[in-house]
């Protein structure tokens, strides 16, 4: 069997690819499904590294526009990704998968603290790392801490699950001749306001050239399908 492309990995998901339709902000049919997704992964040889969003269970800049103040309501977007991260590693270890959460702000009773050696240590004896409370400081999106564990673990790629096949020129959900990208550059994002990532990511996944794959990750099976090289997505990378 080939070596994949991409052996090492980071999973970024937004928190709102956990809910159902039926208004849960975590459906346990949901996560499972994408638990399936990270598990036909790792068994295809890749190692992967998991960062998952807060926005099912709380939205600190949002709350923040509303009055509460800005530090308070990123440290409570923190402990919402906390409760992700655990509800992802609990649908992993039900389907057999051997899971590890690390959490930048230290909560021993429930998970590890971000240790980078443990974390790939983790990683090598085929565990799935789990990262959680983005980077344990307020003013960071969890975008940002995934671009910085993905540098951190030397991730070969960066995989962003959303519900969109890609990145467009414009929103394909508000203007039917958007185009699609197969490649953009770093710059391109930036200097076009492609809203791929927040800027802070873009640029760090840049100075690493870490390249960042963008793609469906609600469309079932997408996750193998593009690691396989066959799935929609776009590649943002160094041009040329």
């Known amino acids: 069997m080939s070596s994949p492309a991409y052996k090492r990995i980071l999973l970024k998901l937004s928190g709102e690819v956990l809910m159902g339709e039926g208004g849960l902000a975590i459906d346990p049919e949901v996560t ?3 638990a399936g997704e990270i598990k036909d992964a ?3 040889g890749h190692e992967l590294c998991v960062v998952v969003g807060g926005g099912n269970i709380f939205r ?3 709350a923040a526009a509303k009055g509460i103040e800005r530090a308070t309501a990123d440290y409570m977007g923190m402990l919402a990704t906390v409760m992700n991260a655990l509800a992802v590693q609990n649908a ?3 389907i057999g998968v051997d899971t590890r959460v690390q959490s930048a702000i230290p909560m021993q009773s429930v998970c590890e603290p971000f240790i980078r050696r443990r974390a790939v240590r983790h990683l090598e004896k085929g565990r799935v790392v789990i990262f959680a409370a983005g980077v344990g400081s307020p003013f960071f999106t969890t975008d940002s801490g995934a671009a910085l564990r993905a540098a951190e673990m ?3 790629a960066l995989f962003k699950g959303t519900s969109v096949d890609g990145v467009y ?5 508000k203007d039917p001749a958007a185009k699609r990208y197969e490649t953009v550059s770093y710059d391109t994002v930036l200097a076009d306001n492609l809203k791929v ?3 802070s990511a873009i640029a760090l996944c840049r100075d690493n050239n ?3 794959v963008v793609f469906n990750i609600r469309e079932p099976g997408n996750l193998a399908s593009v690691l396989r090289g066959e799935g929609v997505s776009t590649v943002v990378q160094k041009e040329g």
């Open 92 to 94: 992993l270890e039900q």
């Open 32 to 34: 499972a499904r994408v």
């Open 210 to 212: 870490i390249p960042i």
């Open 60 to 62: 600190g800049l949002s």
């Open 42 to 44: 790792r068994q295809a």
């Open 197 to 199: 990532m927040d800027a």
């Open 169 to 173: 020129n414009a929103d394909p959900k």
């Open 154 to 156: 030397n991730c070969d």
